[in-house]
């Protein structure tokens, strides 16, 4: 786990228990915590992986804005989640137990090649612009 870096932002009811953890583990130098930050897009954008362990969603702005950036998505399998990564298109989406997520987790990040598969996957998505909404509207209207 030597070149691996963990950075998690947000300052949740179990900051200072994960921190005491992190601590124990002897994990200081790989896991930061870096707290609320109001432009979380600053880390998201340099990210390789975006994770999302949430038991509940309703749609997720924050999965949404990382494939935006071209980050691939960690998640559970949550509501949502499917239709957001195209069915697993552009990230890995797990059941919600803690032996999936330690397992999903494991192999990406022994298998980079896959967490790269997903980024070209997202590069080579088809972008929304304003005239591909208009078209879209035009179509939807010409079939009523």
Known sequence: MDNVKIYILGKGNEHY???RS???AGLSDNIKLLGF???????LSKM??????SYHEGYSTA?????ALGVPV?????????????GGK?????PN???????????LLTHHEKIKQYAQAISEAPRMTTQSLVDEYEKFFDSL
Not at 48 to 53: A, I, N, S
Not at 63 to 67: G, N, Q, Y
Not at 97 to 107: A, N, P, Q, R
Request: charged content about 30%; proline content about 4%.
């Open 17 to 19: 228990s994960l921190k």
């Open 22 to 24: 992190i601590e124990q």
């Open 37 to 43: 930050d109001p432009n979380p897009y600053r880390y």
């Open 48 to 53: 390789d992986l975006f994770v999302c362990t």
């Open 63 to 67: 999965v949404t804005e990382s494939v």
């Open 74 to 86: 960690f998640t559970t399998d949550c509501s949502g989640m499917d239709e957001i990564l195209e």
């Open 90 to 94: 552009y990230g890995m989406i797990v």
């Open 97 to 107: 137990d803690d032996e999936s997520i330690y397992e999903g987790l494991k192999d």
